[in-house]
């Protein structure tokens, strides 16, 4: 089975974790290639938990993700109490939610949205508990201060501070090992020891264009059980539109913004006026269209085709149109689009495409939801 058909069948398996995602899990993690294909994507955890057999750096996995639950925790209870509003979102929110107990892979930072006017309360806060705006240097394998200028240009230029971060040791062997191999953010190998590198992100906006306050006004409890977190259809039309100009723009390859995002596709609580409303509002176009369209092929008759169309026409002009961006997502090579040679004669597209009840050949082994992707 190719990486990509393995990469597939568990994000499907995302969508109803109670059936099997196909041939056993524990298969393609015993090939070394796919595994390796699994971890430079992401998802190997999604194998694991498939299998219901949790090995060692699962395990691991789970004890860092546990500590940096614990320290977002106690930043939220801070928060909260001073009286700032603090909304949860991505994967800090919807790991916990989707997964419970469990980590996807190692995951680097925790992103939180306060009030801009808050940002000088949360500084003095996150201050207080021992959080810095450093990083981990690796050459001398110690914590160091970002440079005044760095923190600066950083906060001038994003809708978002500097990274606050502070490390904590764990003891469990089995991190030790993992952090031995891995020994990269946020799991650091230094003299013997595991540091986990706490990050919170602190944004007070999410895009350059777009108000902050909808967010706000459509936010719900968090699943943390302290503070609040973005309204299902935010999180949906957020993470898949940033997702996609990550992968397209700056060559992103990680898988689990699909794996975490698909679960709340699925689970029935998206308003999709809003998202159809939000993407109109941004003129997302193509950079949610292509995503939410791929999500509905992995679970079909959750997003209503009426949305679909919607967000495709959101955008009056194709300026952050860069395709599908799968292959390069999934390992696969692109075959030369031969159907739009013959947009004059649609009754030959699904002969030269070789359509059959489960692939189109021209797609690279695609498997077909409700209709064949290129034609949407």
Sequence with gaps: MSNAEVAFRLLRWCVDRTQAPGPDPTESLANDSVRSFLRSRNIDSIAILASEDIDARQAAYD???????????QALQALVSAGVRTLTFKGGELLSRHFPGHSIGLVGDA?????????????????????????????????????????????????????????????????????????????????????VVIEIDVHHNVALDADPSMLFDRAVPSSLGVGETLSPADHVWLNLSRYYNEVAIHDGRSLRPFAYTIPEVAAGNVDWGVVEQVAHDLALGPTLSYFLRFCDQLAPGCIPASTLQSVHESADNRVRDWGWQLAKLFDFHERFP???????????????????SGYASDLGGWPRGRESLPGR
């Design 111 to 195: 992103d939180v949205l306060v009030p801009r006017e808050k940002i000088e309360t949360v500084k003095s806060i996150l201050y207080s508990l021992g959080f810095r705006h450093s990083f981990f240097d690796t050459a001398h394998g110690v914590m160091k201060d970002r440079d005044l200028r760095d923190v600066a240009d950083i906060e001038l230029r994003h809708y978002e501070l500097a990274p606050f971060v502070k490390t904590v040791e764990l003891t469990d062997p089995g991190v030790v090992q993992v952090a031995k191999t891995y020994n990269a953010d946020p799991l650091r190998f230094v003299s013997g020891r595991a540091l």
């Design 63 to 73: 004890a860092v993700w546990q500590c940096q639950l614990e320290a977002l925790h």
């Design 338 to 356: 031969s159907y739009a040679f013959e947009l004059l004669e649609p009754e030959s597209i699904a002969r030269r495409l070789n359509i059959s």
